[in-house]
């Protein structure tokens, strides 16, 4: 959080870079930080890429949330999300950006979404849960949104572990 990076609108992968080398290596780069920390998914501004791709599941279960499902893994190139219907679901998120903190984000609870994958063959899906959570999480990062200005109340934000300084008697 504070790089600039982050706050702009990312650009769209052209059909010249679909099936080539570089963005296959983009993958392949995303994939290794995004395991490295653990995440859910990670968006290429998250590396200094300035793309509209994303990534997100597979590896099983996620020891930073631990109770979410699987998601098959996804290479989401030049997203759109179309929410289905007008209820959110406040849950706990936390982002490889944001170290350290967490916070409770209302995100709608079913989308349909769609892009191509890194060959350009185009798909959609229809998804709710932590599936649709992580979609919209990742999607925010391409228009430069982080997720803690999507919070709609500051005292369910904080860090993951509290320290509090030694107290002398």
């Known amino acids: 959080m504070g790089d600039a990076r982050l706050l702009r609108v990312a650009l769209a992968v052209t059909d010249a870079e679909f099936g080539g080398a570089a963005l296959a290596d983009l993958v392949t780069d995303l994939l290794d930080t995004m395991q490295a920390a653990n995440g859910a998914g990670i968006a290429a501004p998250q590396i200094g890429v300035d793309r509209r791709v994303v990534i997100f599941g597979g590896g099983g279960r996620n020891p930073r949330y631990p109770d979410a499902p699987e998601i098959a ?3 989401l190139c030049n997203p759109w999300l179309e929410p289905l219907g007008d209820e959110r679901v406040a849950g706990w998120e936390g982002c490889l950006s944001v170290p350290g903190l967490r916070g409770e984000v209302p995100r ?3 989308l349909r979404y769609g892009g191509r994958d890194a060959q350009g063959v185009p798909f959609e899906r229809v998804v709710d849960g932590f599936h649709a959570r992580v979609v919209q ?3 925010d990062h391409l228009d430069g949104v982080l997720y803690p200005r999507r919070i709609e109340d500051m005292t369910r934000f904080g860090f993951t ?4 300084p030694a107290v002398s008697a």
């Open 108 to 110: 709608f609870a079913r």
């Open 161 to 164: 572990e509290l320290v509090l």
């Open 137 to 139: 999480h990742e999607c």
């Open 73 to 75: 893994f996804t290479v």
